[in-house]
């Protein structure tokens, strides 16, 4: 929401975002801006407030905070009394957990990104011994892995095309998944995906929030939405990927 101070003959008009804007969405912010009149001010200016809706596929992604259990559940948050509606303020929302911790390890350059499978966590590399700590989801037993690699591709609301041996795979279990999902609140890949060359794997956002901190994925890194957000403006295309088991 801004507020605007308005003169006898003067308008000032705001700019609204700019729809292709590939960064996350900011929050609106307030601001008083004094306008200068032809004649002596009055004792009380009349307020005009201008609120401005968010758009959808802008805003953070939020989401009721409960455990998921199995893979498909926490893909598609399929527990009924786990959901919330996009935008919904009930619950626990998405939100940040990141963190500015010491780290002195010289062997990774700053804005490097280094994941630590068993402490759910991913490290994004700081000059000065320092770095960021974000909480993360990974993979489930049986689809573990480790290596270095580096960002190879980075999208912003990600469509989505699962392997086919996933789609068989659940399938065999009684579960369907599309072959293919556009970006949205509702993809599984959820608001930004960073794509680790060489293998079928991205560090990307999630439409379920209860899965963070688990071992959920068939090999991919899930993060909060407002995280991976925050992330994926600080990471280029070439940054060094090592995950740890």
Request: with cysteine; glycine share 10%.
């Amino acid at each position: 929401m801004r507020k605007f101070w308005i003169g006898a003959a003067a308008v000032l008009a705001v700019a609204g975002l700019a729809a292709g804007d590939l960064q996350a969405s900011t929050p609106i912010v307030k601001s008083n801006i004094a306008v200068a009149d032809e004649k002596p001010a009055p004792k009380k200016k009349k307020l005009v407030v201008l609120e401005k809706k968010p758009d959808v596929k802008k805003d953070r992604y939020l989401a009721t905070r409960q455990p998921c259990d199995g893979f498909f559940e926490c893909l598609f948050n399929t527990r009924r009394s786990t959901r919330t509606s996009f935008g919904s303020t009930s619950g626990i929302s998405d939100h940040t957990t990141r963190s500015t911790v010491s780290f002195a390890d010289s062997k990774y350059t700053p804005g490097s990104i280094i994941i630590r499978t068993p402490e759910r966590a991913l490290y994004y590399v700081l000059p000065g011994g320092k770095a960021l700590r974000y909480k993360v989801g990974v993979s489930r037993e049986g689809f573990q892995w480790s290596g270095n690699s580096r960002i190879g591709m980075k999208r912003e609301w990600p469509e989505w095309r699962p392997p086919t041996i996933m789609i068989a795979r659940e399938a065999a279990k009684g579960n369907k998944i599309p072959d293919f999902m556009e970006g949205g609140p509702n993809n599984p890949l959820g608001a930004r995906a960073m794509y680790i060359s060489g293998t079928m794997f991205r560090i990307h956002g999630t439409n379920n929030a209860a899965s963070i901190g688990g071992a959920v994925s068939s090999g991919c890194i899930r993060m909060m939405n407002s995280d991976v957000i925050d992330l994926y403006e600080r990471v280029a295309v070439g940054s060094r990927v090592y995950v740890y088991q």
